[in-house]
T-cell receptor, first 112, second 115 residues
Framework: NAGVTQTPKFQVLKTGQSMTLQCAQD?????MSWYRQDPGMGLRLIHY???????DQGEVPNGYNVSRSTTEDFPLRLLSAAPSQTSVYFC???????????FGSGTRLTVV | GENVEQHPSTLSVQEGDSAVIKCTYS??????FPWYKQELGKRPQLIID?????GEKKDQRIAVTLNKTAKHFSLHITETQPEDSAVYFC??????????????FGAGTRLAVHP
């Protein structure tokens, strides 16, 4: 199993550009989440999903959209990139309630 | 993170000493409490977790204790080694999440183990 795969690993965007961060898992996990990690801020939940077709907002959802059309994929879309979205983004998946999350290797995003 | 407070933010110990990190949460209905270790430049990795039906869980040199009445849980590392140096995060479901289908993380504790 590859686990949780995130692409790209690094990305530089100009302010106002849009892009999609990809996340795929091959463990048949129902739960998937997106977190951002800023220095000294820990991990903040952006959006999460408890199954295909079901998504909900986390702590910091503004400026991001998600969809979950399949169990395997959970892309994160930045609608109009801003410098405040410069961060490391982690995707994570879990088998379900009461089980820990497995994290992907992260995407380091810089918005200039 | 919102509703999950973690202390201390930094912790420095000598090799062989014990380290304790504490987290408090706000929702008495929360049922699941994991701990993650993140080494520099790496992804967070689950090291131990506990569910609300037990008060303590051990795995070799690490243990987690849960006090549901006081709404706090702690990570205990015994006989610390230099490779334990990392940032440790606790997590808990936020209020109103209906159990444990999403997790909010504490701000992290940077542990340094000195030889």
């Amino acid at each position: 199993n590859a686990g949780v795969t995130q692409t790209p690993k690094f990305q530089v965007l100009k302010t106002g550009q849009s892009m999609t961060l990809q996340c795929a898992q091959d463990m048949n996990h129902e739960y998937m989440s997106w977190y951002r990690q800023d220095p000294g801020m820990g991990l903040r939940l952006i959006h999460y999903s408890v199954g295909a077709g079901i998504t909900d907002q986390g702590e910091v959802p503004n400026g991001y959209n998600v969809s979950r059309s399949t169990t395997e994929d959970f892309p994160l879309r930045l609608l109009s990139a801003a410098p405040s979205q410069t961060s490391v983004y982690f995707c994570a998946s879990s088998p379900g309630q009461g089980y820990g999350y497995t994290f992907g290797s992260g995407t380091r995003l810089t918005v200039v | 993170g919102e509703n999950v407070e973690q202390h201390p933010s930094t912790l420095s110990v000598q090799e062989g000493d014990s380290a304790v990190i504490k987290c408090t949460y706000s929702d008495s209905a929360s049922n699941y409490f994991p701990w993650y270790k993140q080494e520099l430049g790496k992804r967070p990795q689950l090291i131990i977790d506990i569910r609300s039906n037990v008060g303590e869980k051990k795995d070799q040199r690490i243990a987690v204790t849960l006090n549901k009445t006081a709404k706090h849980f702690s990570l205990h590392i015994t006989e610390t080694q230099p490779e334990d140096s990392a940032v440790y995060f606790c997590a808990a479901p936020p209020p109103g999440s209906g159990g444990y289908n999403k997790l909010i993380f504490g701000a992290g504790t940077r542990l340094a183990v000195h030889p």
